[in-house]
């Protein structure tokens, strides 16, 4: 890395790639050819740097300058400027919405300020395809410390000492897991990646198989020695194309270097690991369904025990870990348990990768200490609430999870406490709403994705959920009774307790979170007939407020039903028998006289 | 089994074969054959259906149960510019209903269909992790993200007028 005076990163995850960044690539690439600095400047394509609202993101190093928002033809300035001359480019420098200052370097960031990443640690650094890279940020030290010591038990005790539980949501200690799946005796035990990421709106496994594949590698073959697995399986959706294509360059080297395959540094231990694919199915990030779907079924879940580290793929003992959870193994046996265990709260030990999303300055993804508060997510790493408006909630753990208020936004986040909230980390999607989302909706919109993901095989699940999700329709097209906020109540305690996986159990938690911290808001659609968010179209009444109406005539002539009566220069009315509350008034109206009422 | 007759081209059947027996013609391949099926065809119609079973020696319902149980795979065609609009929480709270009814409107059909001349298609998946751009939309592999309303019949129209250019030449 020596001979280089600078080094440019450009992010080459989905969301920058979607902006253009190849084309900022190839620009960078042939302008620095066409000046002769092929030789000075390297450039290198990495993983997700997390900012992915200001996307797409170039920095440049040693500087660590930090340049958001680049477009291709922006490449030539950042070489005239900043390569050539060592000027920084003001006009793409981040600027602090609250002081104005242009922030060169991003550890100044509100963004990155309160972050810490050790699951992420190697993504927006390296060049995901090059082993090299990932070898030089002490990449495969631990595989073989773990193989030199030869003691997978004292591996496993490392785990278990640093409290590392599951991140793909359910929380299970790891160490344990690898314990119990270590004790089964057999000829052929399994290591499995889940990396069926279905959460919508959570992207972090993604970003790190996409940013730093090798990290996922070298702890699938650590797990594989601990429980005694000579094979990996790693099951990914289809529906990540870069993520796929990533890992298999991955592999191919990790083969290359001698770093999977047979007698893995000389200690006779063989791994090699094949990628299976996922075909979008939400419930086959439950263990025995993904397992059941890597088999090629249908991937319906069964009921367990017999746990798949009893009974799993091929009816041999495996062990399913989630993307998040291996990526921080080999740190945890470079850096130590007591380094590891350092970090969090009682309960919830080291980092937690959140996707930030929804009505949010900052949206992105973020790794932050256990026990950090929902308003330091929030206002300090999220800059706020969009376009200046009132928080409202926080939705957790994607379906499964739930809405919490502001009363909760001083909670230290760990696993206990959002489950006692009533939600519960889940895989770590973080949608944060403002005051423009119904909350009924938000739960009618759960409810519709688990009826449709709903595999169909228990009953409370499979009907349970479509009921509840009539309900939900019923009170959002202004039909609702105070009976039925009770049936809500009545058939998601029953489906809680009678559905077969994880998927079921959890499905009506969003309606009772709702339920539980919005009553009024339900209240306001079943018995005054109102939304007061203004999103449930049925429940929505435009009105023209005479003493604002000048009489334009803007609306009238926009209205596609002719529902605007009113002479010229005088207040007009809205037939509201003929309204189909299109909105299209609202929007031509210059002098705020149509109100949602 | 050998009795039933299946009208498909025979260059199909045997690219089918094929695929088949790149995996052994394993039954515990099933998703990874209907993947490369389904790249190959665009879609996994009955008859395709039919020869994987018969191929890997399992019933044809077996394999109707995955191909019906995964979005992932296709039952009818799409269309030459499959529309799918991302519906994931990100999307969905930053107004991606909003651009479905829309994309209803301009292309006057329902979501999971084609229209009249194959040219568009309208589906909507959950989240493709590109939550930054939220509302995200995409045609074939190219993503538009940050959307309005608005933007919608840009896109049909610059879609259709590439498609116009295409058919001409």
Avoid at chain 1, 455 to 482: F, H, M, S, V, W
Avoid at chain 2, 64 to 88: A, D, I, L, Q, T
Wanted: aromatic share 8%; charged share 25%; net charge neutral.
């Amino acid at each position: 890395m020596a001979t280089y005076k600078y080094h440019v990163l450009i992010c080459g995850g989905t969301g920058c790639r979607a902006s253009q960044s190849n084309k900022i690539i190839d620009n960078f690439k042939r302008l620095l050819k066409e000046n002769g600095l092929e030789k000075e400047v390297q450039v290198v394509e990495t993983g997700c740097f997390g900012f992915c609202e200001k996307g797409p993101i170039v920095k440049i190093l040693p500087d660590n300058t930090f340049y958001i928002e680049v477009k291709p033809e922006d490449v030539e300035e950042i070489i005239n400027e900043h390569v050539i001359k060592g000027r920084k480019v003001q006009r793409l420098l981040y600027v602090d919405p609250k002081t104005s200052e242009h922030k060169a370097d991003s550890k100044h960031m509100g963004f990155y300020k309160k972050q810490l990443r050790i699951a992420l640690r190697n993504a927006g650094f390296i060049n995901p395809e090059n082993i090299d890279e990932y070898i030089a940020r002490d990449g495969y030290k631990a595989l073989a410390t773990v193989l030199e010591q030869n003691d997978p038990q004292a591996t496993i005790d490392i785990i278990k000492k640093s409290g590392l539980r599951g991140r793909g949501g359910g929380g299970f200690p790891t160490g344990l897991k690898w314990e119990i799946a270590s004790k089964n005796a057999a000829d052929q035990k399994y290591m499995i990646c889940n990396a069926d990421e279905g959460d919508p709106g959570a992207f972090m496994d993604r970003s790190i198989l996409e940013g730093d594949p090798h990290s996922v590698i070298e702890a699938m073959a650590i797990g594989g020695f601990c429980i005694g697995a000579t094979k990996g399986l790693i099951y990914i959706r289809a529906e990540y194309p870069l993520a796929i294509e990533r890992l298999k360059v991955a592999i191919g080297q990790a083969r290359e270097y001698g770093l999977l395959g047979k007698n893995i540094f000389e200690s006779g231990f063989d791994f090699d690991i094949d990628i299976r694919y996922g075909a979008g199915a939400f419930v086959c990030g439950e263990e025995t369904a993904l397992i059941h779907s890597m088999e090629g079924f249908r991937g319906e879940p069964t009921f367990k025990p017999p746990f798949p580290a009893q009974e799993g793929y091929l009816k041999k003992p495996s062990n399913v870990n989630n993307v998040e959870t291996f990526a921080n193994i080999p740190v945890i046996i470079n850096k130590g348990w007591e380094w590891f265990s350092s970090i969090g709260t009682e309960k919830s030990k080291g980092t937690k990768v959140f996707a930030l999303a929804g009505q949010i300055n900052n949206v992105g993804l973020i790794e932050v200490p256990m026990g950090i508060t929902l308003r330091e997510v929030i206002y300090e790493i999220g800059g706020g609430i969009k376009n200046g408006k009132k928080f409202k909630a926080v939705q957790t753990g994607g379906p499964s999870g739930g809405c919490l208020t502001e009363k909760f936004l001083d909670t230290p986040i760990d696993y206990d406490n959002l489950l006692a909230a009533g939600s519960m980390m889940g895989s770590g999607g973080m949608i944060i709403m403002d005051e423009t989302s119904c909350m009924v909706s938000v739960a009618k919109f759960y409810l519709e994705f688990t009826v449709e993901e709903s595999c169909g095989k228990c009953t409370p699940c499979r009907i349970g959920n479509k009921r509840l999700y009539e309900t939900l329709e019923k009170i959002t097209n202004g039909n609702g009774t105070l009976e039925d906020l009770d049936l809500l109540r009545n058939l998601s305690t029953v489906i809680k307790d009678t559905a077969l996986c994880g998927l079921g159990q959890t499905s009506p938690n969003p309606v009772l979170s709702t339920i539980d911290n919005f009553y009024d808001e339900y209240l306001a659609h079943v018995v005054d007939k109102k939304c007061p968010a203004g999103q449930c179209k049925a429940l929505k009444r435009y009105v023209i407020d005479p003493d604002n109406c000048i009489g334009c005539t803007a609306c009238a002539r926009a209205c596609p039903v002719g529902a605007i009566k009113g002479e010229k220069k005088l207040p007009h009315e809205i037939t509201q028998s003929l309204c189909i509350k299109c909105g299209t008034c609202y929007e031509k109206c210059k002098f705020n006289a149509i109100k949602i009422q | 089994m050998s009795s039933i007759k299946i009208k498909v081209k025979k260059e199909i059947i045997e690219k089918i074969e094929e695929i088949c027996k790149s995996f052994d013609n394993q039954s515990g391949e099933l998703i990874n054959v209907l993947h490369k099926t389904q790249e190959y065809l665009g879609y996994l119609p009955a008859e395709a259906q039919e020869i994987i079973a018969r191929a890997l020696n399992i019933s044809a319902a077996r394999v109707y149960g995955v191909v019906s149980f995964y979005s992932f795979f296709s039952m009818k065609p799409k269309g030459k510019c499959p529309v799918s609009v991302c519906m994931g929480t990100a999307c969905y709270v930053r107004g991606a209903d909003k651009i479905v009814d829309e994309f209803k409107k301009v292309l006057n059909i329902a979501v999971g269909e084609t229209d009249n001349d194959g040219v568009f298609s309208l589906a909507s998946l959950r989240c493709v992790g590109a939550c930054g751009l939220a509302p995200v939309v995409l045609v074939g592999d190219k993503v538009h993200g940050r959307l309005a309303a608005d933007d919608v019949k840009h896109i049909v129209k610059e879609y259709r007028e590439q498609f116009a250019k295409l058919a001409e030449a």
